[in-house]
C-alpha cells in the first residue's frame, strides 16, 4: 500500500523501503558471521514536557523509518540476516486507542500496508521468542551517534535482551553509510520535496512585499508547502531573514521569531525545507523583498551565486567536500576584493581563514531523512578541523555517486564577527574598514541548491527556480492576482 | 518590553508574569515560614531524536513561563518569597551563538525585556551563591504531576543543591491552583487566541468545498492564525476530521494524518486552536462540507448544540463540573430517544453509562498555557471515576469565577463502541438497531466552545462563530472571492 496525502501528492511505495533493507542485509552477510538479527527500536511518542498533547503529531525516527518506512509510533523491526526475513512489530494497543486515535488495524493490515515477510504484536515476550526462534547468536543493535552535535539514539530495548549476544557497534557505520548512498527510489521522494520547497519559495518571491513580516511569509511558505504538497512537517524550523537578520544564520528561532517587518530595500535570505514522508528538502533563496536589487545587493549575490555554480560544476565523485568549501571561500574572497572591502592576497586570506568571517558556517551537508543527514564523518572523512569555518563542515568525504548534498555557500555581514576580525591585527590589515562600513547592515546572501553527485555530470534538483539577478528580478515583477492568503 | 508579533497582534505585557509571581509570592507567604525561595527550571531546547534540529523551535514550560513569561530557552527564575524580589538567569551563551542565532543580548536587555527585580546570567555557582546570599532556609521546588497522564514534571536541578533545605511537595498544589484562576490580564491574552482561532474556523467555513482533502483545511486553518494571528504555535495537533473519522475523537494523528477526501454529504469535525504567546484556544466546529446539513446531521447537531447551551447557562460558579457531564449526557439521550435511536427511561440510560457510547470522552477541560491545563484534580475535586466517560473527565471540581473551561460536548457513531454495547444485553436493550443502522457512519459532532465562568453570566469568548442550523448555512452560503490559497 502506497504512502500519498492527496491525489496529487507522491506516491511512495515501501518497496523503496524492502530495498533499503536488502541493501542492508547484503552488507552485513558481508561483515557478520551467520544468525546475526537486527532489531530496530522506532520513536516513541513524545509530548510537550509533562503533558499529554503536542502542536504536530510524532514522527518517526529516522534510521528506524529508512529500513521500514512505519509511520505509527512505538514500533519494533527484526531483521534476520540468514533469511533475508524481515518482522514488524507493531505495539498492542489499547482498546480505547478505537475511541481516541482511530480503528485498531489487525496484523494483516500492517502486512499489506508495509510489505514486511510478518507482522506481529509486541507483547511482552514476542521479540525474545521470535529472537530465539530465529536462533539468533549475535543481535546487532544500532547505537548512533550524531557526529554533529554528539548526541546519542541509544540502542533499542526489549525483554529478554540479557538472553543474548548483543553488538552495538557492528551496526551504526553499515547503517548510516547505506543512508549516505540514495536509491532511485529515494531520489523520486527526494526530488518530490525539493520541488514542493520550490514551488512554494516562489510563491513567497511572487507575492512578497515591503510591509509584510517575515513571518507571514514563513506562514505563506509553509502553507503552499501543505496545502499543495502534502508537507505537514518540515525538515527544519523556518528561516525567514531579512535586513540585517539575513546575517544570522539559524535565525527564526525562539529569539528571533520570523518576527521583523519587511522594508523596502531589505534582502530576503529564505531558507526553508519541507519534508515529504520523512525525507526533506533545504533550500535558500535570497532576494530583495521589493524585488529590485541595489547595487551592494548585486555585488555580494553575484559573488555568492558564482561560488554555488562553481562548486555545483567541481563536485564530482573523488573530490573532497574540504576542498570544495575552499572553492567557495576562494571565490567570495575574490568577489570581496574586486568590491574593494578585502584588500591583499587571496590565498594568504584563504590560509588566515579571512573567509570564515564571511562565511562561518560550512558550505553544506548531506541531505536525505534529515537536513543534516549522517554519515558526514564516516567513510574516507577527515578528522573536524579545529579552524574557523572548516570546524563546522558537516562532512569532510570525497563525494561519491547518489550522495545528496546541500550547496550552500553564503556571504554575511555580520557584526559580532566583522568587529572581532578588526580588533585583530592579523586579519584587519586585509579589510577596508571605509568601504566595509558601506555594506555593514545589508545583512547576507546564501543560495542554496540540493544537488545528487553524478559521474556524468550533478543533478540540481532545484533548478527550477529563478537564480540570476535577471531572473529573479523578472519572476518578482510578474506579481500573482488576487492573492488574499 | 511587550511581547507582539507583528503590529496587528496583541501586545501581551511583562506586568502579567508580574503579576502572577506577586499572587504567588502571596499565596506562599501564608503557607510557607520566612526565608522561603522558589527555583523554577525553565524548558531546555530539545531535537528530534539524537539530531541538532527541530520543526518548530523551542516552546517554554507552562509553569514557568506562567511565572516569568520568558521565550527562552535554559533559563532559572528565582522568587524570594521575604522580599518579594525575583531573578531571572538567562544562560551565559557560547560567542559563536551570535554567528547562529542572534546578537548576544547583556543582562540589561533581559531586565527591560521582562522586567524582573534582577538579571544575572546563569554560571556554574550562580543560583548557589545567589540562594546563599539570600540566607534562604528552604527552597521550593517545582515536582508538578499531570493529572490526566500521570507524567511528572522533574524538580529543578542545580549546583550546589544539596546544601539546601529542599521541599518539593509545596509549590505544586499552590502554583497549579493558581494557574487554574486566571487574571484580567490573562484572560485578554486567551480572547485573543480564541478570536483567532474563530476567524481561522471562520475562514474554513467560507472556503471549504467537497473534493478538497481534509489537510488540506489543516493548512488553510494554520496559516490563517498565523498570518493574520501571529500564532507560531498550536496547542495540540488539528483535528481535521470528517466523515465516519468525525467519530475518532483525535483524529489527525500520525495514524489518520487528515488524510482523507471531503465528499458531498460529509459532515466535518474540525477541531483547532492556535496559541498566542503560549496561551491557547481549543475551539471545534461541526459543520457539512457542501453547506447544507442531511436532516439525520441536523438532529444530531440539534441535540449537540443544545447540550452545548445547555451547560454554557448552567455552568455557575458552585456548580460540579461531573454534574455538567450528566446533564450533557442527559440531553443527548434524550435527543437520540427523540430521534428513535434509542428506547427506554433517560435517567436508567445515565445510570447504565448509555451516554458513554455516544460521548465517550469528557464534557471539557480548563484551557490556559496548554490546552488540557492544569489543576484538574486538586481544589474540591472529587475522585477520578473509573465508569465510561465519567472516567475521561479531565476536572470534578466545582466551578469558580475566572476559571476558563472547554464546554465540547459530543455525540459520535464510533463502529467499536456500537458494536461493544449491542453485544452487551445490560445496553443492547436500550438500542433501535434498525434506526441506529441509518446513523451508522454519519462520523459524529463536536460543538466547543471557550468560555471564562463569571458570577453573574459566563462569557463565551467564541461567541464569534456561527453557531445555529441556521446561522451555519448562511455563512457558509457566502464563498470568499478570490479564494487561490
Known amino acids: 500500500m502506497s504512502f500519498q496525502l492527496g491525489e496529487n501528492t507522491l506516491k511512495v511505495t515501501p518497496k523503496l523501503f524492502a530495498e533499503n533493507r536488502t541493501r542492508l542485509i547484503d552488507e552485513l552477510r558481508k561483515k557478520v558471521s551467520h544468525s546475526g538479527v537486527v532489531v530496530l527500536e522506532g520513536g516513541k511518542e513524545r509530548f510537550r514536557y509533562n503533558t499529554d498533547f503536542d502542536d504536530l503529531p510524532f514522527r518517526q525516527e529516522s534510521y528506524f ?10 514500533c519494533y523491526g527484526i531483521i534476520d540476516i540468514d533469511s533475508g526475513k524481515s518482522i514488524l512489530l507493531p505495539p498492542r494497543l489499547h482498546p480505547d486507542f478505537a475511541i481516541w486515535s482511530g480503528k485498531i488495524e489487525p496484523e494483516s493490515w500492517f502486512l499489506e500496508k508495509y510489505e514486511t515477510d510478518e ?43 540479557d538472553e543474548f549476544n548483543i553488538d552495538i557497534t557492528t551496526l551504526y557505520p553499515i547503517l548510516a553509510e547505506l543512508r549516505v548512498i540514495k536509491t532511485d527510489l529515494e531520489l523520486e521522494v527526494l526530488r518530490y520535496a525539493v520541488q514542493i520547497a520550490c514551488d512554494a519559495h516562489r510563491t513567497v518571491m511572487r507575492n512578497i512585499q515591503p510591509g509584510y513580516y517575515e513571518y507571514q511569509m514563513e506562514s505563506l511558505f509553509r502553507h503552499t508547502s501543505y496545502f499543495h504538497g502534502g508537507c505537514r512537517y518540515f ?8 535586513g540585517c537578520n539575513a546575517a544570522i ?14 522594508y523596502d530595500g531589505d534582502i530576503c535570505c529564505f531558507d526553508m525545507g519541507p519534508e515529504y514522508n520523512c525525507y526533506t528538502s533545504d533550500i535558500t533563496c535570497s ?9 551592494k545587493q548585486k555585488i555580494i549575490y553575484n559573488l555568492v551565486y558564482e561560488a554555488n555554480q562553481t562548486v555545483f560544476k567541481a563536485a564530482k565523485p573523488g573530490v573532497r567536500w574540504t576542498e570544495m568549501h575552499i572553492l567557495a571561500e576562494r571565490i567570495i574572497l575574490k568577489g570581496l576584493k574586486d568590491a574593494g572591502i578585502l584588500t591583499g592576497d587571496v590565498e594568504e586570506m584563504l590560509e588566515k581563514r579571512v573567509g570564515a568571517v564571511f562565511m562561518p558556517h560550512g558550505l553544506g551537508h548531506f541531505v536525505g531523512l534529515e537536513i543534516h543527514d549522517v554519515g558526514g564523518y564516516l567513510g574516507d572523512a577527515l578528522p573536524r578541523s579545529s579552524l574557523p569555518g572548516l570546524k563546522y563542515l558537516r562532512t569532510t568525504r570525497t563525494l561519491k555517486e547518489r550522495m545528496v548534498v546541500a ?41 542554496e541548491d540540493n544537488v545528487v553527485i553524478w559521474e556524468n555530470g550533478n543533478e540540481n534538483m532545484s533548478a527550477d527556480l529563478p537564480r540570476t539577478i535577471e531572473e529573479i528580478e523578472a519572476f518578482m515583477g510578474k506579481k500573482d492576482d488576487n492573492n488574499n492568503f
Open 119 to 161: 507482522v506481529h504484536f509486541n507483547d511482552k515476550d514476542t521479540i525474545r521468542d521470535i529472537l530465539h526462534r530465529l536462533n539468533a547468536q549475535q543481535i546487532l543493535l544500532l547505537r548512533a551517534e550524531n557526529t554533529d552535535s554528539g548526541s546519542i539514539l541509544e540502542p533499542a530495548e526489549f525483554e529478554g535482551k
Open 287 to 295: 532576494f530583495p523583498c521589493n524585488g529590485k536589487f541595489s547595487e
Open 249 to 262: 544564520l539559524h535565525y527564526g528561532n525562539q529569539n528571533s521569531p520570523n518576527s521583523k517587518k519587511l
Open 65 to 74: 523509518f529508512w529500513a521500514f518506512g512505519v509511520h505509527e509510533s512505538d
Open 407 to 447: 550547496i550552500e555557500p553564503g556571504c554575511y555581514f555580520n557584526d559580532t564577527l566583522l568587529d572581532k576580525a578588526l580588533a585583530d591585527p592579523e586579519l584587519s590589515k586585509y579589510f577596508n574598514n571605509e568601504a566595509l562600513k558601506e555594506y555593514r547592515g545589508i545583512g547576507g546572501v546564501r543560495v
Open 235 to 242: 525538515g527544519y524550523t523556518c528561516i525567514g531573514a531579512s
